[in-house]
């Protein structure tokens, strides 16, 4: 497992040379963010995508997926896990839309190797994600005070993301570009997201259909 975790290591490496940091999509031109999450149901993994306007952040379109589970849960290794299910589900969804930013709940380049799922993502469907993590997972960063209050997260003195605190009684949650934007935009396009609760509204709506959708496939079952 340990040679093998290194070959997937040096993977991501060579993944993260791919990631560029400049905004493929101008905020100014912004007519839909989308969202995606996973939820899991023994060796299943159902993955949920929505797709809200932009500013007004009104559901779009909405998506579902079922896949069998591939690769087993290792920290900084999720994309080997979550990644092909999520780029499923985003093509499916996010098919023939332009001007679109996908937030991922997952890591960006705030990862040891610079290459968190949301990373993945992108690279894979072409569409400008932000990855959004409730812990941190690299960097070094102050943690936010204040609601709205952001902080820089650092590798060595290179801005890689930002904490965020997004409600008075919540922790902060950790944002870094996947591919295609600059961390300043990354952070500008959650802030924006952001309606009263901890995670901005495409993920925590895509959180809730997944999580739906694996409440029902449970009742299908017990109910069979």
Request: aromatic share 8%; glycine share 6%.
């Amino acid at each position: 497992m340990r040679e093998n975790l290194r070959e997937l290591e040096e993977y991501q490496r060579e993944l993260a040379k791919r990631v560029v940091l400049r905004d493929k999509v101008d905020l100014k031109n912004l007519r839909y963010v989308a969202g995606v999450d996973q939820a899991f149901l023994g060796r299943k993994v159902i993955s949920a995508c929505v797709v809200l306007s932009f500013p007004e952040l009104n559901l779009v379109r909405k998506g579902v997926t079922i896949e069998d589970v591939e690769f087993p849960y290792i920290p900084t290794f999720l994309m080997f896990r979550e990644g092909k299910p999520a780029v499923k589900v985003v093509k499916e969804v996010v098919k023939g839309l332009d001007n679109v930013i996908l937030i991922v709940d997952g890591s960006g380049i705030a990862h040891p190797r610079r290459c968190g799922l949301a990373t993945y993502v992108a690279i894979e469907t072409g569409v400008p994600s932000v990855g959004v993590t409730k812990k941190r997972l690299f960097g070094r960063v102050e943690e936010p005070k204040n609601v709205m209050e952001e902080k820089p997260i650092f590798d060595d003195s290179e801005i890689i993301g930002y904490a965020l605190k997004t409600c008075k009684n919540c922790k902060p949650i950790y944002v870094s570009p996947g591919n295609y934007l600059t961390p300043e935009t990354a952070l500008k396009v959650v802030k924006a997201c952001v309606r009263g609760h901890k995670l901005p509204e495409p993920i925590r709506l895509a959180h809730e259909l997944a999580n739906r959708s694996k409440n029902r496939s449970l009742s299908d079952y017990f109910n069979f």
